[in-house]
């Protein structure tokens, strides 16, 4: 079975700090990578995904996030944080078997103004 | 165009009564899942419909959770006698097909508790 992990739980940053959230998968084959965004009081929302080509893949408001297949990994970055990224941030992956994404159990990002 | 939507936004209940959960999906997405988001544990998918193809049921915890998709478009899902731990958002995705390269979008959620 294929699973995600999000390492960080919550994480707190100032304003202007630099952003990296880790997720790690355990399936082997080829993938289709995402990360989702949820605003307070809002819903999911696609920051970003991954299906093949570049494994350095921008995505909206300035996240970009890197594909590594040797470290399994899909790790989401911004230079430069600001307070309305304040939200909680999930990982997921799908494999060619699956019919459905699996999730990483999200991770809650803080930042103070 | 319109985004998934989903309805009631928010339903209390009882324990042991039903209850049912509406999703409209994106038009022209022929692909639609339910999953759960449960305080903690992330997203939990439950069941996926892809055109009129019998239905992936496999993540649906008991038999007391059923759903349909009446005519390719809106679903409805189903629990039956509920129970507090049944309590959690429950959120519908679709996307234009199943398969590979896939991009599913959410709608807003129904948020549950069972009292």
């Known amino acids: 079975a294929q699973s995600v992990s999000q390492h960080n739980h919550h994480v707190i940053l100032s304003e202007a700090a630099s952003l990296e959230l880790g997720c790690n998968y355990s399936?082997?084959?080829?993938?289709?990578l995402f990360w989702y965004v949820q605003y307070p009081g809002q819903h999911l929302q696609l920051l970003l995904k991954y299906f093949s080509g570049d494994p350095l893949v921008k995505g909206i408001k300035g996240f970009e996030a890197e594909f590594i297949k040797s470290k399994f990994s899909f790790n989401l970055r911004k230079p430069s944080v600001q307070w309305s990224d304040t939200a909680e941030y999930f990982c997921?992956?799908?494999?060619?078997?699956?019919?459905?994404?699996?999730f990483g159990k999200g991770t809650m990002l803080l930042v103070s103004p | 165009g319109a985004g998934v939507s989903q309805s009631p936004s928010n339903k209390v209940t009882e324990k042991g009564k039903d209850v049912e959960l509406r999703c409209d999906p994106i038009?022209?997405?022929?692909?639609l899942y339910w999953y759960r988001q449960s305080l903690g544990q992330g997203l939990e998918f439950l069941i996926y419909?892809?055109?009129?193809?019998?239905?992936?049921k496999s993540g649906l915890p008991s038999d007391r959770f059923s759903a349909e998709r009446t005519g390719g478009s809106v679903s409805t899902l189903t629990i039956q006698r509920t129970q507090q731990e049944d309590s959690a958002v429950y959120l519908c995705?679709?996307?234009?097909?199943?398969?590979?390269?896939?991009?599913?979008?959410f709608g807003p959620g129904t948020r549950l508790l069972v009292l």
């Open positions: 419909f892809q055109g009129n193809s019998a239905p992936d």
């Open positions: 399936y082997g084959g080829t993938v289709n």
């Open positions: 038009s022209g997405h022929t692909a």
């Open positions: 995705a679709s996307s234009f097909r199943a398969g590979r390269e896939e991009t599913q979008y």
């Open positions: 997921a992956v799908k494999g060619p078997g699956y019919s459905t994404l699996t």
